[in-house]
Nanobody
């Protein structure tokens, strides 16, 4: 599985962005998908995840109510809709695929559990 993230950019506080992650191959629908982010000088942080089947989701507390993860298996794409962006959301955002056929669980928050990673897309929130 190859992943390509896009949709990042510069946005003012309170603004919105939608990130996309396009996957190659016919096995996309069998994988759980996650979004992580990494700010300069900080460790990679879990943001959101969605399971392979019924699309159960999980979020880090800091983005609950502002971010929404979704997937379109027909388009081999997972999305991260980000609303109410804050300066502390500034980071490089990465999509990842892992946990084939697994139900959502706390292990989705561990970046070491993912098998495939996209190249990252920069999100900058600044006035």
């Amino acid at each position: 599985v190859q992943l390509q993230a896009s949709g990042g950019g510069l946005v003012q506080p309170g603004g919105s962005l939608r990130l996309s992650c396009l996957a190659s191959g016919s096995t996309f629908r069998t994988y759980g998908m996650g979004w992580f982010r990494q700010a300069p000088g900080k460790e990679r942080e879990f943001v959101a995840a969605i399971s392979w089947s019924i699309g159960t989701t999980r979020y880090v507390d800091s983005v609950k109510g502002r971010f929404t993860i979704s997937r379109d298996n027909a388009k081999n794409t997972v999305y991260l809709q980000m609303n109410g962006l804050k300066p502390e959301d500034t980071a490089v955002y990465y999509c990842a695929a892992g946990f084939p056929f697994k139900s959502i669980g706390s292990y989705f928050q561990e970046y070491r559990g993912y098998d495939y990673w996209g190249q990252g897309t920069q999100v900058t929130v600044s006035s």
